[in-house]
């Protein structure tokens, strides 16, 4: 991204020097406007997300250029980002269609956007509501974007999804509100609330926000909130941690119990953040087993601050962290 300021981003292109053992540095575009979402689609093309806008090109190509698919000169409309989530995430379902993260403009639907104690959240909806999943018809061999409809709704901050390949089920975590403790006075902080989210995503469902937390639970700003009809978390992740990306480990270098596990970035500053952790497979439940700890800080160093994972054929882990500015490479080598 460069910085929160448009038209400071870069995207790079890292190629392996077996003979050196290092990585040969490319910059492929600049100026962009904080690049962010990044996927690899059915055609192998790159599609890059920023904020309204989704594009492509061929790596392979020796002057690559970025074709606009949604906003830009596409043809379609923009994407409705704006306010404090203004950052696409992308991912290609089973079927080659495009799932598009739109994440909220405000905390919990705060008075900036007009929303007061129990009135309803006016981001939520008409046709650009913020705080969704759409899903786009994409035009195959041609890579065109078609009509889009909500996946689902109620989720604060789609920054890591990830698909399971087994079942082609699409899991979410979110990046729940802050500052619940200004509206309950009984906390003196919101270290411990609400929890982050894992959510198994269901067509058609709402997830709750900014009207519920945790467990279905009532926000104390809407305290008269039909929670019950809510689709509840499949998994409570720590308060805060910021799951920024996540991968199903598919690979067999690691052991065994790592199979199907779900690998987690959390990025947030707090605590709970400054890690990576694998939610291991709970068999046809999926990642609701035992959390691993892979990687965090230690005394002394940087904690860092993980964004983007990815799997490589041999089944290495690759992290961005974008505290440090590193790609780290996470292997398996015995039992330490």
Known sequence: MGSWEPGHGRLWLLRPDPATRTYAKTLLFDRLDRPNGIALGPDGKVYVGMPGRVARFAPGDTKPVLADVI?????????????????????FDARGNLIVGIGSASDHCEDADGAIAGTACAERSGPDALGVLRTYEMQWPAGKAGRWEVLAKGLRNSMAMAIDPRSAILWQADNARDAIQLAMPSLKNDDALPHDELNRIVAGADYGWPYCYDNNLPSPEYPAAGCRTARAPSRLLPAHAAPLGMLFYTGTQFPASFRHGLIVTYHGYRKHGHRVVALLDQGNDGPL???????????????????????????????????????????????K
């Open 71 to 91: 906003g830009g000169g596409s043809g379609n409309a923009a994407l409705p980002g704006r306010g404090r989530h203004l950052l696409p995430s992308l991912l």
């Open 289 to 335: 087993g035992r959390s691993v700890t892979l990687v965090t800080g230690e005394r002394g160093r940087p904690m860092g601050a993980p964004v983007g994972v990815a799997l490589d054929t041999e089944g290495r882990i690759y992290i961005s962290d974008d505290h440090a500015g590193t790609v780290a490479r996470l292997y398996y080598q015995g039992a």
